[in-house]
């Protein structure tokens, strides 16, 4: 390592270090002026004094600069005695530099307090100083000669400092404004991450979950009967095509999602819409459920907003999905409605039995479960809806049953 760049790295690298570098070069350079003062003003100097009186001033205004970070004010106040003492045994440049330097980090390194008492103080002595001058000289243009010398004596290392300080601070707000967008776009970041992990859970839980619970419920049926049985084959060919046509639909589903996620070129599948719903009933029958439809027929319903269409057709295969699993009989009923409010989308079936029932309370998640109705709700209430889930009492005999109804916007609203 260089001399220069050790200089640069161990002694200007750090605060403390640039202090004692400053301290030491000032020292140098006002050594080199007091010889030359001494060789050049001799016949100016007191005879009686000796020549290097100068020096222990300027070493004690040296080691004074050694405080001038930690205590700016204390260091310009007692370098401004040293100078006053330095002038009263002749004067030197010396002392002048020490002096300089003490204002400008006075300036740096104080506090805004300090700096409108360092501005107040500095006129008041360019006023006093040039006052004083009149009095004693009588003469105007002499008393602008010296106030002009000690505004730039004063005034520019203050300006100076102030300058610099100005800058610092308009630096560290930038860096700090510059560290505060960065958070809030790592924020969005996190947040548009979570919104599509949560999108992406609902689509693979309603589109792929129930195709597979559709697979495991007809399998299931067709190993219900015993071999024996002669309605054993047709069972087992219907549970099949059942098995291959959720199977397939499944895969579809699942290739569009990864074609979606893997941002192909290729144009993303037209969403689920609520005219595809006779194929959910007819899955649903399939699947064992006497499902009963009343209201207008999904290819008669009036254009919906895409969003509310793809919601309601979520919903409704996750309600039949949910009563395929969980009904205590295969009764179920969907009822649609629309008006001026929007959509309104009821599927009720018999609730599951008293024990079972009981583990998911009212309005807090299907019998037996809890993420199939937290999709439904998300859903409903991600186009303005609303959706509302849990025992109901149908029927002269207030029989129990589990119903699910939601409610969603079609106007421009939604």
Not at 52 to 58: G, I
Not at 116 to 142: H, K, W
Not at 225 to 252: G, I, Y
């Amino acid at each position: 390592m260089g001399a220069v760049e050790w200089w640069r790295t161990r002694v200007r690298g750090t605060p403390r270090g640039r202090d004692v570098s400053d301290a030491v070069l000032t020292g140098l350079a006002g050594l080199v002026l007091v010889v030359v003062q001494v060789e050049l003003w001799t016949d100016l100097r007191d005879p009686w004094l000796p020549p290097w009186v100068h020096l222990p001033l300027l070493a004690l205004g040296c080691l004074v600069m050694l405080a001038k970070r930690r205590h700016p004010l204390v260091a310009l106040a007692v370098g401004t005695v040293l100078f006053g003492a330095d002038i009263a045994l002749g004067g030197s440049v010396a002392l002048l530099l020490v002096v300089i330097d003490l204002l400008y980090s006075a300036a740096l390194h104080t506090s805004p307090r300090g700096v409108d008492g360092l501005r107040t103080v500095a006129v008041a002595a360019i006023a006093g100083g040039g006052l004083a001058a009149l009095a004693v000289s009588r003469d105007v243009q002499l008393t602008v000669f010296l106030a002009l010398q000690l505004f730039a004596l004063i005034g520019t290392p203050l300006w100076w400092g102030l300058a610099v300080r100005r800058q610092s601070e308009l630096t560290v707000l930038a860096q700090e404004h510059a560290a505060d967008l960065a958070r809030l776009a790592a924020l969005r970041e996190a947040d548009a991450v979570e919104q599509e992990r949560a999108r992406m859970a609902r689509d693979l839980h309603d589109a792929i979950a129930g195709n597979l619970s559709a697979v495991a419920i007809h399998a299931e049926a067709a190993l219900a009967l015993p071999a024996d049985d002669p309605r054993a084959p047709a069972r087992d060919r219907s549970a099949l095509e059942a098995v291959r046509a959720a199977s397939v639909t499944s895969l579809q589903e699942m290739r569009a999602m990864i074609g979606l996620l893997r941002g192909g070129d290729d144009p993303a599948p037209a969403p689920a819409r609520l005219q595809e719903a006779p194929r959910l009933v007819a899955a649903a029958r399939a699947a064992g459920l006497d499902v009963a439809w009343t209201g207008p027929a999904p290819d008669a319903l009036p254009a919906l907003p895409s969003a509310v269409d793809h919601a309601a057709y979520r919903i409704l295969q996750e309600a039949l999905t949910n009563a395929a699993k969980h009904a205590a009989t295969p009764s179920v009923s969907v009822d649609l409605a629309l008006d001026g409010d929007g959509l309104r989308l009821s599927v009720t079936n018999p609730a599951a039995p008293p024990r079972a029932a009981g583990r998911a309370p009212a309005g807090t998640g299907a019998p037996g479960g809890g993420l199939g109705l937290l999709t439904m709700r998300e859903r409903a209430e991600g186009v303005g809806g609303r959706l509302a889930a849990g025992p109901a009492d149908v029927g002269a005999g207030g029989v129990g049953a589990w119903s699910v109804v939601a409610a969603l916007p079609t106007g421009a609203a939604s």
